[in-house]
């Protein structure tokens, strides 16, 4: 500086620069809703977070996604802040229902066999490690009692009404999907129905044939006018003669 005088003179002083502290945060930045995790400051000698906490390491428990900021002073009184936002991972509680038929047991769900109706709890651990449940809603239907209504004998020469029941529609094994088909002796025939759940059953039936009686007539055949002669039929066990009797043997008298 010049004084009034004229005379220079010369001063100095020496400004020391203190080190900024490094704040930092250690800690894991996600957790499973419901945990709890420590969050550790360093870098000073001194530290107050954005909970109001002072200490280097705080105990979270956040319910949702959450920035913790702390503010780091050290020995000279800088300071320096940071943060870190933690994540809450979800854990899920789910019910899934499901539905399936008598026949179709075991029903497998997530590699769990079940084996009747009933609310089922499966824990499992989701893609980020968080423990969760799902609650399985299984509904078993039973099959339906489907049967096949008709005679299982007929004669060869005959035919005969099968008659499907038991369930809501119909599939014959001659492919109709009718209530009732025409059936003819030495065959057999399967029926499958299917209820309003979707559950199927069968039933079969065989139609055994009879085999025709061998019908014989004995007696004479030829008369005088006015005679009488007696018929004879053999080879079955009821009998119709044309007469409208009903007996093996007949007593005629022709004219």
Same mark, same amino acid.
């Given at each position: 500086g010049i004084s009034s005088n004229g005379c220079n003179s010369v001063d100095t002083i020496f400004v020391e620069q203190y080190p900024t502290p490094q704040a930092t945060i250690e800690?894991? @930045?996600?957790?499973?809703?419901?945990?709890?995790?420590?969050?550790?400051?360093?870098?000073?000698?001194?530290?107050?977070?954005?909970?109001?906490?002072?200490?280097?390491?705080?105990?979270? =428990?956040? %319910?949702?996604?959450?920035?913790?900021?702390?503010?780091?002073? #050290?020995?000279?009184?800088c300071t320096s802040t940071t943060s870190i936002e933690v994540e809450v991972k979800p854990l899920y509680d789910t019910t899934i229902v499901r539905f399936c038929c008598q026949n179709e047991l075991p029903y497998i769900f997530n590699g769990q066999p079940y084996y009747e109706s009933g609310l089922f709890e499966q824990k499992y651990v989701s893609e980020f490690g968080c423990d969760s449940i799902i609650h399985l809603d299984l509904t078993v239907y039973a099959l339906p009692e489907?049967?096949?209504?008709?005679?299982?004998?007929?004669?060869? @020469?005959?035919?005969?009404?099968?008659?499907?029941?038991?369930? #809501?529609?119909?599939?014959?094994?001659?492919?109709?999907?009718?209530?009732?088909?025409?059936?003819?002796?030495?065959?057999?025939?399967?029926?499958?129905?299917?209820?309003? =759940?979707?559950?199927?059953?069968?039933?079969?039936?065989?139609?055994?044939?009879?085999?025709?009686?061998?019908?014989?007539?004995?007696?004479?055949?030829?008369?005088? =006018?006015?005679?009488?002669?007696?018929?004879?039929?053999?080879?079955? %066990?009821y009998y119709q003669w044309s007469t409208g009797e009903s007996t093996a043997a007949i007593e005629v008298s022709p004219t």
């Open positions: 800690g894991n @930045d996600w957790l499973c809703y419901g945990d709890t995790t420590t969050l550790t400051a360093t870098g000073g000698n001194s530290y107050i977070w954005t909970t109001g906490e002072t200490q280097s390491s705080i105990l979270i =428990h956040p %319910l949702f996604n959450t920035t913790y900021g702390v503010m780091v002073t #050290n020995n000279y009184g489907v049967k096949i209504i008709g005679v299982d004998s007929l004669c060869s @020469d005959e035919m005969t009404a099968l008659t499907a029941s038991g369930a #809501n529609t119909y599939l014959w094994s001659t492919a109709s999907n009718k209530i009732s088909i025409v059936a003819r002796p030495g065959q057999q025939y399967w029926l499958q129905g299917t209820d309003s =759940h979707g559950c199927r059953a069968y039933d079969t039936i065989f139609i055994r044939e009879l085999t025709l009686p061998q019908l014989v007539i004995t007696g004479e055949k030829e008369i005088c =006018h006015g005679s009488f002669t007696t018929l004879t039929a053999e080879g079955g %066990l």
